[in-house]
T-cell receptor, first 111, second 113 residues
Framework: DQQVKQNSPSLSVQEGRISILNCDYTNSMFDYFLWYKKYPAEGPTFLISISSIKDKNEDGRFTVFLNKSAKHLSLHIVPSQPGDSAVYFC??????????FGTGTRLKVLA | EPEVTQTPSHQVTQMGQEVILRCVPISNHLYFYWYRQILGQKVEFLVSFYNNEISEKSEIFDDQFSVERPDGSNFTLKIRSTKLEDSAMYFCASIPSDAGELFFGEGSRLTVL
């Protein structure tokens, strides 16, 4: 039962352009959403989050958008930099005890 | 900056052996988690732990798995009799209160032969 899905396994973007990573979820009870960045053989690193009472949250080059009616969130990275190349996971939680992660999208930013 | 630390970084074991993976969460954190990632796959929830008891566990977390916080500092994951399919990266995570982002450790790679 895949409650959090990232349908694009990979994405390539030119340096300086916008990267848009997408995530869909099925559980309407999820109330907190997060994006993590992960390099090989390292733990996930938190990027940005959004609660279900908001539809947008911005932090520097990173913006997360939440569309509750569509059960969809997206991460925008502008401008994209080569150092952004990594695997990005979205995650969702209902309460504190369980955060569910998506399958990940490998972003490659081309110089 | 405080961080979650995990040991060992890599453990190789024979099938059927017991393994204990150790984590030291950030000191003022109250909620603790174990996740695993089989190579190239998603990060899967195993178990959450609060107030010295399991809060929630996934279907992966069967009777072969157990967790404990023996001394108020370490948070351990034990696999009683390892199987080949237990080979994965195991990540410990914690949060300070009942909301917020998970802080992850660097992971322990378990290889079962």
């Amino acid at each position: 039962d895949q409650q959090v899905k990232q349908n694009s396994p990979s994405l390539s973007v030119q340096e300086g352009r916008i990267s848009i990573l997408n995530c869909d979820y099925t559980n309407s009870m999820f109330d907190y959403f997060l994006w993590y960045k992960k390099y090989p053989a390292e733990g996930p690193t938190f990027l940005i989050s959004i609660s279900s009472i908001k539809d947008k949250n911005e932090d520097g080059r990173f913006t997360v958008f939440l569309n509750k009616s569509a059960k969809h969130l997206s991460l925008h990275i502008v401008p994209s930099q080569p150092g952004d190349s990594a695997v990005y996971f979205c995650a969702a939680s209902e309460g504190t005890y369980k955060y569910i992660f998506g399958t990940g999208t490998r972003l490659k930013v081309l110089a | 900056e405080p961080e979650v630390t995990q040991t060992p970084s890599h453990q190789v074991t024979q099938m059927g052996q017991e393994v204990i993976l150790r984590c030291v969460p950030i000191s003022n954190h109250l909620y603790f988690y174990w996740y695993r990632q089989i190579l190239g796959q998603k990060v899967e929830f195993l178990v959450s732990f609060y107030n010295n008891e399991i809060s929630e566990k996934s279907e992966i977390f069967d009777d072969q798995f157990s967790v404990e916080r023996p001394d108020g500092s370490n948070f351990t994951l034990k696999i009683r009799s390892t199987k080949l399919e237990d080979s994965a990266m195991y990540f410990c995570a914690s949060i300070p209160s009942d909301a917020g982002e998970l802080f992850f450790g660097e992971g322990s790679r378990l290889t079962v032969l």
